[in-house]
Structures are given as C-alpha cells and as structure tokens.
T-cell receptor, first 116, second 116 residues
C-alpha cells in the first residue's frame, strides 16, 4: 500500500490565489521530504528539500517566497504556491525515504495544479 | 553536479519481445545508487529496480534487469517478455551515497510503447 500520501490529487485555482499541497508519510517518520515539479512530457525537477523543524533548502531558480514549504511535524510537509499564475500549472510530487539513508524513496501520487 | 542522460525519448516493443532502455550518467563520486522508475499514465512513480554502485553484479527483478557498466557510467534497463502493462514513461535516476539524505536526479525519460 501507499506509504506517502499527497493531497489534493488535483486542484484548479484562479490567478492570484494560493494553494496548499500536503504530503504525509504514513506509519513512518520523515525528517526530510523532497518536492519535485513535473511539466507535461518532461522529467521530474527537484524544487526543494523539506527539513523537519528547519528551513527548506531550495534549488537554484526556485523562488522560496513563492513556493512556501513548511515541515512542521515528522509526518507532514506542506507546499504552498502563493499568488499562483498560469505558468505555475504543473504536476507536483513529494517523496520521502522510509528507513535509513540506504532506503529507496517513496513518492506520493502527485498533485495536478491548474491555474486559470 | 551529477547529470543523467536518457538518449531515447521514445521506444516501442512488440509484446513478448525484449527491449533495452539506455541511460548514462556523469559523476565524480565513487559511491552512489542508480534507479529505474516507471511512471504510467496515473503519474504514480513506481520503483522498478535499483543498483548500488559498489556492487558489480547486475540487479535483477523478475523480467527487469540492468546492465551496469561503472567505468562507462552506463546503466541500461532490459525488459524481457514485454507486457502491455509495461507501457509507461521510464526514468533513470541517480542518487549520491556520500552524504545523508540526498535527493534523486532524474533523466528526461523514455516513453515505452508496447505493441500487441
């Protein structure tokens, strides 16, 4: 069964509004979660590394003020797309490692965001 | 920085036949992991197979096997007895093993079609 739950699966919002995406690790604690973005017919690009109890680490070119990440507990990380624009429309996927550093990453089912 | 290259945007295979997907990577590290992920139309990321760089033996998972050539930095995936359910996007991915909880770096993907 799924070990990482992501919600919502899809969301449509208007330009200028904010959208929050949740990523939960089920029955395990994840001190680190990774957020990826995938544009149509493209690969997954790492946006940021979410660290429990501390600030997220953003990849170059990703606006930290636009993509707010909060990792307030060991089982939940949230990504908030603030003041969304149509170009933010994409597929957002979170992932977490269940177990030690040698363990594989598990992915959420992703969130399809459409900004109109 | 590490990079992963998949030179085949699309591939097709007849049902029950064998197909090989190519992947090369660039790294200066000696300790790392390599993965193949499958992404069907549902967009769920599914781990197909993984390889530890320190292991010379090629990983095998049922109909899926890899040809890992460390010196050549090549990591191809062979799918035997292809099935219709194998049709998906396949991503090759790299992860450093040198420090802590590192993210995956993905190639651009290969879309595999299976012809009945």
């Amino acid at each position: 069964g799924a070990v990482v739950s992501q919600h919502p699966s899809w969301v449509i919002c208007k330009s200028g509004t904010s959208v929050k995406i949740e990523c939960r690790s089920l029955d395990f604690q994840a001190t680190t979660m990774f957020w990826y973005r995938q544009f149509p017919k493209q690969s997954l690009m790492l946006m940021a590394t979410s660290n429990e109890g501390s600030k997220a680490t953003y990849e170059q070119g990703v606006e930290k003020d636009k993509f707010l990440i909060n990792h307030a507990s060991l089982t939940l990380s949230t990504l908030t797309v603030t003041s969304a624009h149509p170009e933010d429309s994409s597929f957002y996927i979170c992932s977490a490692r269940r177990g030690g550093y040698n363990s594989p990453l598990h992915f959420g089912n992703g969130t399809r965001l459409t900004v109109t | 920085a590490q990079t992963v290259t998949q030179s085949q945007p699309e591939m097709s295979v007849q049902e029950a036949e064998t197909v090989t997907l190519s992947c090369t990577y660039d790294t200066s590290e000696s300790d790392y992991y390599l993965f193949w992920y499958k992404q069907p139309p549902s967009r769920q990321m599914i781990l197909v197979i993984r390889q530890e760089a320190y292991k010379q033996q090629n990983a095998t998972e049922n109909r899926f096997s890899v040809n890992f050539q460390k010196a050549a930095k090549s990591f191809s995936l062979k799918i035997s007895d292809s099935q219709l359910g194998d049709a998906a996007m396949y991503f090759c991915a790299y992860r450093s093993a040198n420090s802590g909880n590192t993210p995956l770096v993905f190639g651009k993907g290969t879309r595999l079609s299976v012809i009945a």
